[in-house]
């Protein structure tokens, strides 16, 4: 009888990976991550989707940070104690003299409202049309400052100062009786009122101002940009909304934001080309075409 062999499972030849495989993935893996981190030319439908949900995600988890009123009332003394001690505690002065001038007022409550969502969506309809390949990077610095945002409302519940006890700040809204706040009147209840720390109205007319100083041409519409942030550091005291140093916190939320843009994209998104580069090569063909095509001689009967 012959000898019978047996290949058992432990005897089996075990695949071992080729370093030219592992190379190729690599490279594979890279090139991929290239390709996202190019600007591209923004979809018209993938942005509005985004938008809407990305807006929706954060009123949502906004509005479901625990409103903790014993601790954001005390947060909100220590600041106004804070601001006292660095000497720039004059936002009860500004919110009760502008409180007597009721049109400037009952303006700066409808601006409160509506333009931190007018103006914010204005330009990035504006960099989509004008500003293709440099859409993506400020739009990443636009969702990173309010995504850092939310981690401030939940870290640091802080009331607004027209809801401080003994604090002597006017609620704007509620004394003219106008629709200019969602935490304050009948919509309170919509909106968590307890998260003034960052402000987002800063960070986002901040990046609205710069966006448009640095790309606009026409002069007075680039120095319209730098006051708009302005203006909206007006309004946030004047409407009691806001404490100066809320507004430092956006400040600070919006220089993540471009940090974060600027590590993922390799530059500012000012910075990036105003035309995404697969969409400047495919001009440039066709234009190639058009001119070989105009150049070739037709043949004649």
């Not at 604090?167 to 919509?190: E, I, Y």
Request: hydrophobic share 50%.
């Amino acid at each position: 009888m012959g000898d019978t062999t047996v290949t058992t499972l432990e005897d089996r030849p075990r695949a071992v990976s080729s370093p030219v495989a592992d190379e190729a993935d690599g490279r594979a893996g890279q090139a991929r991550l290239r390709r996202l981190r190019k600007p591209r030319r923004p979809r018209l439908w993938f942005e509005i989707l985004l938008i809407a949900v990305s807006y929706w995600t954060y009123s949502l988890i906004r509005n479901a940070v625990p409103e903790q009123r014993t601790e954001a009332l005390t947060n909100a003394d220590w600041l106004w104690r804070l601001e006292h001690h660095l000497s720039i505690a004059v936002e009860d002065n500004i919110n009760r003299v502008l409180n007597t001038v009721d049109w400037l007022i009952i303006g700066m409550n409808y601006y409160y409202a509506t333009l931190h969502f007018v103006v914010t969506l204005s330009v990035l309809v504006w960099l989509y049309r004008s500003h293709p390949g440099r859409y993506a990077g400020a739009r990443l610095a636009l969702f990173a400052t309010t995504a850092v945002a939310l981690l401030g409302y939940y870290l640091y519940p802080l009331a607004p100062p027209r809801l401080m006890s003994g604090g002597g700040f006017v609620d704007t809204v509620l004394v003219h009786q106008t629709w200019g706040s969602m935490a304050s009147g009948d919509l309170k209840n919509m909106s968590n009122q307890y998260a003034a720390m960052p402000s987002m109205h800063i960070g986002w007319s901040l990046w609205c101002g710069l966006t448009i100083y640095a790309l606009a041409r026409v002069p007075w519409v680039r120095v319209l940009g730098l006051l708009y942030p302005a203006a909206t550091l007006v309004v946030i005291v004047a409407t009691a909304n806001h404490f100066w140093l809320d507004a430092v916190g956006g400040m600070i939320c919006l220089a993540f934001g471009f940090l974060v843009a600027r590590l993922w994209y390799g530059a500012l998104p000012y910075a990036l080309p105003r035309i995404p580069a697969e969409a400047s090569s495919a001009g440039l063909r066709e234009r190639w075409a058009a001119a070989r095509s105009a150049s070739t001689p037709r043949s004649t009967d």
